[in-house]
């Protein structure tokens, strides 16, 4: 069965500029989570969407918000882009919300970010 | 505050040898997960670990879960090249977080002729 998928894989943007980043799960699956990866951070949790309610949020600011879509398929959005905003951008898919799965997250490939 | 902490976060091993990578929670969780990523790829799922005393295996790999000590370990048999990655472990949160996944700043492998 088709995997997560991330569109799109690469982005570059400019400061200041707003960026969507669109995540579909496997089929069937209805929760999609967002992860942060950098360098200095590491994997840092950012929203996480089951049936088109957001469930929880990370400790991010207000500039990332998401949504979820009937299809569950999400979106991210980053509005006024700073320099450290620059990173890999991973979403996970699960059947069930976060916390009670039983056969884990499976990870789209993931939308790499550079904020020039 | 959850923290999760792998040791070492570095290693270095020869071909053939053993060696186990750890990983300390400090959350009641009793889900623990182990990723594998190669450079600038996405998460490979390795095991999910649901209860304690859970071990799995899988090729030269056996993960296991202490719930009890809030420990799992990454056991590598007879490395490989192919190993040669990193190795996240990560837990659910509380529930007031969500249960959002929370990593470990991940074991980077070398594995050496």
């Known amino acids: 069965k088709a995997g997560v998928t991330q569109t799109p894989r690469y982005l570059i943007k400019t400061r200041g500029q707003q960026v969507t980043l669109s995540c579909s799960p496997i089929s069937g699956h209805r929760s999609v989570s967002w992860y942060q990866q950098t360098p200095g951070q590491g994997l840092q949790f950012l929203f996480e969407y089951f049936s088109e309610t957001q469930r929880n949020k990370g400790n991010f600011p207000g500039r990332f918000s998401g949504r979820q879509f009937s299809n569950s398929r999400s979106e991210m959005n980053v509005s006024t882009l700073e320099l450290g905003d620059s990173a890999l951008y991973l979403c996970a898919s699960s059947a069930t919300p976060t916390g009670h799965t039983f056969y884990g997250y499976t990870f789209g490939s993931g939308t790499r970010l550079t904020v020039v | 505050e959850l923290k999760v902490e792998q040791n070492p976060l570095f290693l270095s091993m020869q071909e053939g040898k053993n060696y186990t990578i750890y990983c300390n929670y400090s959350?009641?969780?009793?889900?623990l997960y182990w990723y594998r990523q190669d450079p600038g790829k996405s998460l490979e799922s390795l095991f999910v670990?649901?209860?304690?005393?859970a071990v799995k295996q899988e090729g030269r790999l056996m993960a296991s879960l202490d719930t009890k000590a809030r420990l799992s370990t990454l056991h590598i048999t007879a490395a490989v090249h192919d190993l040669s990655a990193t190795y996240f472990c990560a837990v659910d949160g509380d529930p007031n977080s969500g249960y959002a996944l929370n990593f470990g700043k991940g074991t980077s492998l070398l594995v050496t002729p």
């Open positions: 959350t009641t969780s009793d889900r």
């Open positions: 670990l649901l209860s304690n005393g």
